[in-house]
C-alpha cells in the first residue's frame, strides 16, 4: 500500500530566506508525484508534479521539487520565500493507472518578517 | 472559466439531520473525489466515482452517502449516523481515472454542528 510522510507538521522561516518541505513517500509500483499548496478556507492549487523524466521539477510561484527514487523522497524547495508563501502544502502520491491519490498530513509554513 | 463549484461554503447541522454538500463541475471529467480534512491529518478519502450511476467506498466511507446521477454532479450526505462530521469537506474531479494529472479541487465546505 502506498503512504505519504511529510516530515515536518510547521516549519517556520523568515522572509527571503531558502526553505525545503520534506516528503518521503512508499510505494511497491511506480508513482506519480503531486505538491499542492492550500491557503485558508481554500481547496487545494497544485504547485508542481513529477511523472516521469529529469527529476528536477519546476512549479508555480518559484517553488522546484527534485524526485529521487532511491530515498523514496521528494523534498520542495524554495531559494527565497514570500510573506505570501504562507500557507499549508500538501505533497501527493499516485500509482500509475491507480484511481486515488494519497495526500499527507501537511505541512504549515509560517513565513515571518 | 471550467471549474469545481462546492456549496454551500458554510453549514450547520442539527442533532439527527441529514445535510447534503452539493458539488457540481463543468470540466467534462469522468472520475469525482469526496473527502474529509481535518486539522494535522490531511486530505482522507471518504467516496469516489470513476463514472456516471457508479461509485466506490473510501477510507472513512461510514455515516456518508453519495449518488452519481449525472458527470457534472457529486453530492454527498452527511447523515446522522456520522457522529463527528465537524471538517472541511473537498470535492476534487480527474479528467479520467488512472490518469497520470493532478485532481482539481474546489473550494470547500466547512461543516459545523449545532
Known amino acids: 500500500a502506498q503512504s505519504v510522510t511529510q516530515l515536518d507538521s510547521q516549519v517556520p522561516v523568515f522572509e527571503e530566506a531558502p526553505v525545503e518541505l520534506r516528503c518521503n513517500y512508499s510505494s511497491s509500483v511506480s508513482v506519480y508525484l503531486f505538491w499542492y499548496v492550500q491557503y485558508p478556507n481554500q481547496g487545494l492549487q497544485l504547485l508542481l508534479k513529477y511523472l516521469s523524466g529529469s527529476t528536477l521539477v519546476k512549479g508555480i510561484n518559484g517553488f522546484e521539487a527534485e524526485f529521487n527514487k532511491s530515498q523514496t523522497s521528494f523534498h520542495l524547495r524554495k531559494p527565497s520565500v514570500h510573506i505570501s508563501d504562507t500557507a499549508e502544502y500538501f505533497c501527493?502520491?499516485?500509482?500509475?493507472?491507480?484511481?486515488?491519490?494519497?495526500f499527507g498530513a501537511g505541512t504549515r509554513l509560517f513565513v515571518k518578517a | 472559466d471550467g471549474g469545481i463549484t462546492q456549496s454551500p461554503k458554510y453549514l450547520f447541522r442539527k442533532e439527527g439531520q441529514n445535510v447534503t454538500l452539493s458539488c457540481e463541475q463543468n470540466l467534462n471529467h469522468d472520475a469525482m473525489y469526496w473527502y474529509r480534512q481535518d486539522p494535522g491529518q490531511g486530505l482522507r478519502l471518504i467516496y469516489y466515482s470513476q463514472i456516471v450511476n457508479d461509485f466506490q467506498k473510501g477510507d472513512i466511507a461510514e455515516g456518508y452517502s453519495v449518488s452519481r446521477e449525472k458527470k457534472e454532479s457529486f453530492p454527498l450526505t452527511v447523515t446522522s449516523a456520522q457522529k463527528n462530521p465537524t471538517a472541511f469537506y473537498l470535492c476534487?474531479?480527474?479528467?479520467?481515472?488512472?490518469?497520470?494529472?493532478?485532481?482539481?479541487f474546489g473550494d470547500g465546505t466547512r461543516l459545523s454542528i449545532l
Open positions: 501527493a502520491v499516485s500509482e500509475t493507472g491507480g484511481f486515488k491519490t494519497i
Open positions: 476534487a474531479t480527474l479528467d479520467r481515472p488512472g490518469s497520470n494529472q493532478p485532481q482539481h
